[in-house]
């Protein structure tokens, strides 16, 4: 049985938030301008969700978690998750790329 990985927020003192997980070795860091100005006008789901999307970021800027795994770190359900993902698309933010059969890839705009 896997154990389940817990996720640790730090709001450093130069504004910026560190997001890991807890008994891994992986962390993403925030820079303060992001979550303050280039995120404005977001919902606070919609800003958590990129945050997470950001946390799995590639170096291309690719990401390619599944909806059920977006669902599962934020919490919010399926159909939530499409949404949002769909309004970060809209107002470039992400872009995606359908794979047919695979999940779908996003890229960072920002």
Known sequence: MEKKKYQM????PNGSVRI???KDSH???IPHILTQEAMKGL???ERFT???LMSYKGKQNLICPSLRTL???TGYSL???AKIIKRLEKEK???????KGKYNTYKMLI
């Open 9 to 12: 927020v730090e709001y450093l």
């Open 20 to 22: 890991s997980y807890a």
């Open 27 to 29: 962390w993403v860091r």
């Open 43 to 45: 919902k606070p789901s």
């Open 50 to 52: 990129l945050l997470v």
């Open 71 to 73: 669902s599962a770190e």
């Open 79 to 81: 159909r939530g998750i």
């Open 93 to 99: 933010y992400i872009e995606i790329f359908k794979r």
